[in-house]
C-alpha cells in the first residue's frame, strides 16, 4: 500500500494526487491533512500502524513537505519513500508565511511560530538507510534549494532534472522510476 503525503497548503485532491490516483488506482491513500505538523504526523503514523496489521508493504510518496515528512516517516519504520523536491528544512522555508492558502478550497489558514517549532520534532539527522528512498528534484524550483537534499541524502537514488519547478513539470513522465524503485528495480 501507498501513502501518498502531500505538501504545504495541498491536499489529496492535487495534480501530483489525481495523477497517483489513475495509477495506483485501490493500491494508493491520499489524506488531506492537516496544516498543524503534530496532527498531520499522528494521522499517518495511525494510517502505518493500521495498514501493517494487513500489509508489511507499506510506501511512501511524499512531495515537499509531504517529503520531510516522508523522510521522518520512512526512517522510523523503515519504508521506502520518493520524495519529490523534498523541504529539507521546512521551518526555515515556510518561516515568511503567515495565514496561508489552502490551494484546493482557497480557504485560508494560519502557520504560527509554534507549527514551525513543532516541525524539529521530526528532523532525522541520521538516516538509517538512505537506499530507501529515491529523490526526484529539478533544478528549476523556486522554492526550494534542490542541493539541500542531494546534500541530506547523497547515498540515495538520485533523479535531478534541469529545469522544471516545485510543483514537478512532467511528473507523470516519473511515474515508471516510482514503480520500479518500489519494486526493488
Do not use: W
Not at 496544516?35 to 510506501?59: F, G, S, W
Not at 526550494?144 to 547515498?155: T, V
Request: charged fraction near 20%; include cysteine; aromatic fraction near 12%.
Amino acid at each position: 500500500m501507498i501513502i501518498y503525503i502531500h505538501g504545504f497548503g495541498s491536499s489529496g485532491f492535487g495534480g501530483k494526487a489525481s495523477i497517483l490516483r489513475e495509477t495506483f488506482d485501490n493500491d494508493i491513500i491520499l489524506p488531506s491533512l492537516s496544516n498543524i505538523p503534530n496532527l498531520a504526523i499522528d494521522t499517518l503514523e495511525q494510517l502505518i500502524l493500521l495498514i501493517k496489521k494487513i500489509d508489511d508493504n507499506i510506501y511512501l510518496i511524499g512531495s515537499s513537505l509531504g517529503g520531510f515528512y516522508s523522510i521522518y516517516l520512512a526512517n522510523k519504520y523503515d519504508l521506502k519513500a520518493v520524495l519529490i523536491n523534498p523541504t529539507i528544512y521546512p521551518y526555515e522555508t515556510l518561516n515568511k508565511i503567515g495565514t496561508a492558502i489552502n490551494y484546493y478550497d482557497l480557504s485560508t489558514f494560519e502557520c504560527n511560530q509554534k507549527h514551525l517549532d513543532s516541525l524539529k520534532n521530526f528532523e532525522v539527522n541520521v538516516i538509517k538507510n538512505q537506499k530507501n528512498f529515491l529523490l526526484l528534484l529539478q533544478k528549476g524550483d523556486e522554492v526550494l534549494d534542490y542541493r539541500q537534499a542531494l546534500e541530506k541524502l547523497p547515498n540515495a537514488k538520485i533523479i535531478v532534472k534541469e529545469g522544471g519547478n516545485h510543483s514537478f513539470t512532467n511528473f507523470e513522465g516519473y511515474i515508471e522510476n516510482i514503480k520500479d524503485f518500489f519494486n526493488g528495480k
